[in-house]
């Protein structure tokens, strides 16, 4: 139950949703909403069609994609989407940190393609709150929000989803720390060169 409810194509939503409520900004609640339409139908319906359509043309066993084999033409995909999101968002006036996250993600995601290269899986779920929880860590600094019960509360939820993907034999241990720490820092990275 944890692994969906933390699923990686539904953290995107989720954290933008808690940008809205955590960070202090001047949209209206109709921009809201159709950015958060536009973040949803970006990041979860088209990576399930892709996930439908890749299933049914046998490209994948499941929809778990559990070899790396699978997972690289999903993940390729998504570093596309992701990158070209980040792009779309930066340059549109208030909303560069929300730009900041999609890159940070598309960035995330380029490293755990790199390492399929070296037949290392890393977890994608404790990537996506790897990434919520450093980037919520930079804006506490860069806004001076009290962030930090926050930050804290998705390092908690990090620690059960691990558990619950170890429990359900998704991972190895070294998996969902390389996949929590990837996710931690990809935001910083790229705060850092933007």
Known sequence: MISIVLHPIVLPTIGVLFYFILIPNNFNSNQRLT???LIFVTTYIVPLLILIFF????????????SIKERKIPVALMIIIFYLLGNTLKDIPNLFDIGILFYATALGLLL????FVFKIKTSIHL???????????ILN????????????????????LAS???????????EVYLG???????????????
């Not at 990537?127 to 860590?137: A, M």
């Not at 619950?164 to 070294?174: D, P, V, Y």
């Not at 990837?182 to 705060?191: C, D, N, Q, R, S």
């Open 127 to 137: 990537l996506s709150l790897g990434i919520t929880s450093g980037f919520f860590f």
């Open 180 to 194: 929590f720490i990837i996710g931690f820092f990809a935001p910083a990275v790229v705060f850092y060169y933007l």
């Open 35 to 37: 950015l958060t339409g």
């Open 112 to 115: 755990i393609y790199i390492l």
């Open 141 to 160: 600094s860069l806004y001076n929000e009290n962030l930090i019960v926050f930050v804290i509360c998705t390092i908690v939820l990090s620690g059960l």
């Open 164 to 174: 619950s993907r170890l429990h359900l034999k998704a991972h190895k241990q070294s």
């Open 55 to 66: 299933k049914k043309f046998k490209l994948i066993n499941s929809f778990e994609a559990e």
